[in-house]
């Protein structure tokens, strides 16, 4: 089984066109209000069968990252796409703050409106046939959601280390516009794990899966291409 692990704020929705090309896949339909990526991890392996792909988009990727370390002999494959590996940067929970203050004051409409737009390809940004259901997921979430998972990212624990014990086929990708988690932060990530394939979108922003869902689709159906090792 593949399974798909959302980002921050987003649900199963965002990987509407990976479900319709991969009928054999799942995808969490969001962590409840789990404030820990460990909680969000054991949630995953709870419902999971005994071996399984795993695709982390954004957050997910932490959750998938967590999963590793607490089950690595159950992923088979695994992707890490969107997001980063490094702590917490010492201008992070200001810029997250931000946000939380405005959830606080005006509501989640108001957080979508202000986090959203960065999180494509700027020329995007007025796609409203792109934006319409990712602001719609994004405010369904709610503001607890958000609160929560702030949490959870702002009290992460160490992940870098565990890229070099990854010994199953492993994708790396992101998309060449992702001003979140860009090339240059992917690269490094793939540089660190042996067994890593490197993928980037040409023209592509943070949500991926919705803007380029070809070319995510193409990179996914290579990746479970590659011998795991049953």
């Known amino acids: 089984m593949l399974i798909l692990l959302p980002g921050l704020i987003c649900d199963a929705s965002l990987y509407a066109s990976q479900l319709a090309a991969f009928p054999q896949a799942k995808a969490v339909d969001g962590y409840g209000k789990a404030d820990t990526l460990e909680e969000m991890a054991q949630q995953v392996l709870d419902e999971a069968p005994e071996r399984f792909d795993l695709f982390g988009h954004s957050m997910g ?30 201008t992070e929970p200001a810029k997250r703050q931000v946000l939380l203050d405005i959830g606080r004051e005006k509501g989640i409409e108001a957080v979508v409106d202000a986090w959203l737009p960065p999180m494509v390809a700027p020329e995007r940004v007025a796609d409203e046939e792109l934006m319409g259901p990712l602001r719609a997921m994004s405010i369904r979430a709610g503001l607890d959601v958000f609160k929560a998972q702030i949490h959870a990212l702002l009290n992460r624990g160490e992940h870098e280390s565990l890229l070099g014990q990854i010994k199953c086929p492993a994708l790396v990708m992101t998309g060449s516009k992702d001003s979140w988690s860009g090339p240059a932060q992917h690269e490094g990530i793939a540089a660190a794990i042996p067994t890593s394939e ?33």
Do not use: K
């Open 61 to 90: 990727g932490r959750v998938a990252l967590e999963v590793f370390r607490a089950a690595p002999e159950r992923v088979r494959r695994i992707a890490l796409v969107s997001t980063g590996m490094h702590p917490v940067q010492p």
């Open 198 to 230: 490197l993928v980037i979108v040409e023209g592509a922003g943070h949500m991926i899966m919705a803007e380029s869902p070809q070319a995510v689709n193409a990179a996914i159906a290579n990746w479970l291409e590659r011998p795991a090792g049953d």
